[in-house]
């Protein structure tokens, strides 16, 4: 019998009704329902001053990191802050490294103020990328966060579904070990690619 996937879920928001850690939870709640172990990693439970390598680490970075490693799954979430993603989530980001995330599936989430979250999730995506994380194809951006979360329920069909979805995939890819190595050229010449990345709903960088 395989084992119960761990899903974690690690909040990069500050505030107190973040829209991100809502739609968080319940993206871990389609997890549970699949059947996995949830955890909400929320960084406002956990004392990190900004990261500076000369420094002992703190004992919260240490605890952090550890739940972060012994995941199956880790979902990312993060508000839209200018563009990208927020300095609370980075801070984070900056404590760990490929012994949290190598070889380890990630999803993404952002939720904007606005209309736009593209530059949020493709930073995420790269940074994921960065620590050899896997990253699922399909992602979670939220326009106008405010007008379709309220208290504590995504009052949007289409988000909501998308929401689940995330947490679905995240329990069905958890123990996924994807062959990353490059194709080898055919006779008929090099393999190629258009280096464009969507999800599997269609969802790219032109959103």
């Known amino acids: 019998m395989s084992r119960t996937p761990v899903v974690a879920a690690l909040s990069g928001s500050m505030r107190d009704d973040s829209y991100t850690r809502t739609a968080l939870g319940h993206v871990l709640d389609a997890a549970s329902e699949r059947g996995a172990d949830t955890e909400l990693l929320d960084v406002r439970e956990y004392d990190l001053p900004v990261f500076d390598p000369d420094d002992d680490e703190p004992p919260a970075a240490t605890e952090l990191k550890r739940k972060l490693r012994e995941a199956d799954v880790v979902v990312w979430g993060s508000p839209v802050y200018h563009g990208s993603y927020s300095a609370a989530f980075r801070n984070v980001h900056?404590?760990?490294?490929?012994?949290?995330?190598?070889?380890?599936?990630?999803?993404?989430l952002a939720s904007a103020g606005g209309g736009t979250f593209a530059s949020t999730l493709d930073h995420m995506r790269i940074t994921a990328r960065g620590v050899h994380a896997w990253v699922l194809p399909h992602q979670v951006g939220i326009r106008n966060a405010r007008d379709k979360i309220e208290g504590g329920e995504i009052r949007d069909d289409d988000i909501a579904d998308r929401v689940r979805k995330l947490g679905e995939q995240a329990v069905e890819y958890a123990f996924i070990d994807p062959d990353v190595s490059a194709p080898e050229a055919g006779a008929e010449g090099d393999a190629r690619t258009d280096g464009r990345e969507a999800d599997a709903d269609g969802q790219d960088a032109h959103e």
Request: a negative charge; proline letters at 0%; hydrophobic letters at 20%.
């Open 94 to 108: 900056d404590y760990c490294g490929f012994d949290e995330y190598e070889d380890t599936t990630v999803g993404l």
